[in-house]
Structure formats: C-alpha cells, structure tokens
C-alpha cells in the first residue's frame, strides 16, 4: 500500500475542488485542461488510498467516452476534447475531494467552529448517499424476481421498489438515531478527539495549488 | 439547558432524506441531461423528490424542514454550478411556506401539496434562473421564458404532478407502516 505524502484539511479540499471545476469551465483549451488533470491526479497520489488506478481511469473513460459523442455530432475536435475533459476534471476533483474519510471531514468541520447540528447532517447525508445505493441495488435485484408480466409494471415498481426503498430510508434513520443517542453526541467534550485546524501548509498548499491552476489556464502562451 | 428547535433525531431523518435525494438526482438527471426541454430535470426526478419530501415532512413535521433538507442535499451540487443549491434552496422555502400556510396539518392533500409545489417552484425557479443566468437580463429572460410557451407549461404541469403524485404516494407508505410514524 502507498504512503500518504500531502494530506490536505478537508475543508480546504472541498473548496480547491470548487475552485478548479469553476476555473476549468470557461476554459477552451483541452491542453490547459490536461494541465489541471494532471494536478488533480497528482493530488490524488499524494493523499494515496487503495483503488486509486480506478479513480484516474474512470473520469478518462466517461470523458473520452463524451468526446466521442461530441465530435459524432459536431466534427469539432478541439470542442469535442474540452467537453469531454470538462467532465473528467468535475469527476476527478470529486473522487479528490470524496477521499476524505468521515472521520477527517468531522473532525476538520468542527474545527471550523460549524455548528453541530449541521456538521451532523451534512457528515450523514455524505456518509449515506453509498450505503442507500447499495441498498437500491438489492432492493432492485430481489425485485427482479417477480414476474412483470403477473403484477404490472406500475405495481412492481410500487410494491417493490418504492415501499421497501421507503421502509429502509425510515428504519435506517432511527437506528442510526439510535446510535448517535446511545453516543451522545453533542452532550459532552468528545473523549477521543483530536484538533484538526487550518493549519499554514494547508493554507500554502491551497493558494499554490489555486495559483497553479489560475496559471495554467490563463497564462498567455505567445 | 436552553432546548434546540431540532433533535438530533430529527436531523439525522432530514440528512438521510437528504442522500436519497441526491442519490435519485444522481442517478436520473444525468439520464436527461442532453435533452433540451424547459424542467426536464425536475421531471426526471419529481415522483422521488415528491415521495422523500412527503416522508422527510412525515417524519420530522417542523417549519424549516424543506429548507434543510434541499441545503443538504444540494450542497455536493454546488461543484456542478452555483445555481442548483439557489434554486433547490429556494424551491424548499417555498415547500416550508406553504407547510406554514396550511397549518402544518399533514392530511393527505395537504401532504400531497407538498410535492406539488416543491417541483412546481423548483421548475419555475430553475428556468428563470437558469435563463437569467445566461442572458443576464430579466426582462428578456422573462419574454424569452413566456415564448417557449406550451412547452413550459407541460415542465411546469407535469413536474408539479409527478411530485404530486409522489407525495400522495409517501401517504399510502406511511399508512402501510404505521408503526414507522414517529415524531419524537
């Protein structure tokens, strides 16, 4: 397994994330574009975790994938290149930002003074939105055993994609209530947690690496 | 120890309803994304939304939860453009308005309302948005919008109507599961 060599605060992550896909989309130049590929990726390798390899092919793959369509339709190729990396670059800088571990974005949300409440909310939603579609994919796999044909179209989909998808958004929600409850989060000073501040080398990091992107995509070549 | 106006309980319902938004927006948006047609997105998706916005009002019945839930659930979208949290946020006051305006009383119609205008106003508020956003000029975008005509109406009809439909949908669930309903 790889070493982790820069790991950035994961609010900052986030907002290099925001910072390059808005900088990258006015850009028409597939070449500036590879540039601020590039330094994702080698973001990625720095903060390495297991799979990274399917994490790079991925966004070149759907990318590629949209240049083909692109230049199918308007035999542009240069258009075509920069719709299709426009993509990469928006699933590239979410695989980036989606390495952070819930632990690490907990802890680096509540050293930004955020409230509980929502650092709560918003660490679930990120922490749920995998298992729920792990448990669409097996709710639509068990309903794959009944026989459209017998029941209607519009009933399967009721009777067993729509009631079991529901029943298990509400049990998850109160055993994992429960959970927290048993827990008592937001009652007292955690009993194992560690300060995770901004700390200057991340600001560094983010103002080079934001500086690097502005460069890339905007320096006049001639 | 002052009381907060939301358990935690009750957050954790709202950011679970929250992922299986942004999971269903996941999944069928991208679907119909090439498709050029005023509230296609909102189509797509409004029987889900419509459904998980009923059950998120169900389960957590408080002014403040369609705001909540659509913040946290277009937060992640805010990668794609500025504009989707706006107008989802926006669409979710709307939602929270209307809760208010019907006494926060959740009979059937009124919880079929829900999805109905929460679609309806996020259609409405996206197009305008998106429009005005483009040709950065209201009045135009307000012409341009009214010209597109029957095409309009159908997005905004059609939303409203699956989100509807959705809504009536969660109070069928919900009198199916009974023991499920739990507002502590």
Same mark, same amino acid.
Request: net charge positive.
């Given at each position: ?7 950035? @605060? ?13 900088? &990258? ?13 590039? !330094? ?11 799979? %990274? ?32 990396? @426009? ?7 979410? /695989?980036?930002?989606? $390495? ?18 929502? $650092? ?14 792990? *448990?669409?994919?097996?709710?639509? $796999? ?8 017998? %029941?209607?179209? %519009? ?42 501040? !901004? ?18 995509? +905007?320096?006049?070549?001639? | 120890?002052? *009381?907060?106006?939301? &358990? ?39 029987? /889900? ?29 805010? =990668? ?7 107008? &989802? ?7 929270? %308005? ?28 996206? *197009?305008?948005?998106?429009? +005005? ?14 010209? *597109? ?6 997005? =905004?009809?059609?939303?409203? !109507? ?14 199916? =599961?009974?023991?499920?309903?739990? @507002?502590?």
């Amino acid at each position: 397994m790889g070493k982790r060599i820069y790991r950035m @605060h994961p609010v900052l992550k986030m907002g290099l994330c925001v910072l390059t896909t808005a900088l &990258t989309f006015p850009c028409w130049n597939p070449f500036r574009i590879l540039g601020v590929c590039g !330094i994702l990726m080698a973001l990625q390798l720095a903060d390495y975790r297991p799979g %990274i390899w399917r994490s790079f092919l991925i966004p070149f793959a759907v990318g590629g994938v949209m240049t083909g369509i692109s230049y199918g339709l308007s035999k542009d190729l240069s258009g075509s290149a920069c719709s299709g990396l @426009h993509f990469s670059v928006l699933l590239l800088s979410s /695989f980036y930002m989606f $390495q952070t571990s819930p632990s690490e974005l907990l802890r680096g949300l509540q050293s930004c003074r955020l409230p509980d409440q929502l $650092q709560l909310a918003f660490l679930v939603m990120y922490r749920f939105v995998d298992v729920l579609r792990e *448990e669409l994919a097996s709710i639509c $796999q068990a309903g794959s055993m009944i026989d459209r044909k017998r %029941i209607g179209l %519009i009933k399967k989909g009721y009777r067993c994609i729509l009631i079991p998808f529901s029943y298990r958004l509400l049990t998850l929600s109160d055993q994992l209530s429960l959970s927290v409850m048993s827990r008592d989060f937001g009652c007292q000073k955690r009993s194992n947690y560690r300060e995770n501040p !901004i700390r200057f080398r991340d600001a560094q990091g983010f103002l080079l690496l934001g500086l690097a992107c502005v460069v890339i995509l +905007w320096m006049p070549l001639k | 120890m002052k *009381e907060k106006y939301f &358990t935690n309980k009750q957050i954790i319902s709202m950011a679970i309803m929250a992922a299986a938004m942004l999971l269903v927006s996941c999944i069928t948006v991208p679907v119909v994304l090439g498709v050029a047609f005023p509230g296609i997105r909102c189509l797509s998706c409004g029987l /889900f939304f419509g459904l998980i916005i009923a059950l998120a009002y169900a389960k957590v019945p408080k002014f403040g939860v369609g705001t909540i839930v659509t913040l946290v659930c277009s937060l992640p979208m805010f =990668f794609f453009s500025w504009v989707i949290p706006c107008f &989802t946020v926006a669409a979710g006051l709307c939602t929270d %308005i209307y809760f208010l305006l019907t006494g926060k009383k959740l009979t059937t119609v009124t919880t079929t309302g829900l999805g109905v205008v929460l679609m309806a106003s996020m259609m409405v508020i996206a *197009e305008s948005l998106g429009i +005005w956003f483009i040709d950065n000029n209201a009045w135009t975008s307000f012409a341009q919008y009214m010209s *597109e005509g029957w095409r309009v109406a159908v997005g =905004f009809f059609g939303s409203g !109507i699956l989100g509807g439909i959705g809504s009536f949908l969660a109070t069928r669930i919900f009198k199916e =599961f009974k023991s499920l309903r739990n @507002h502590g």
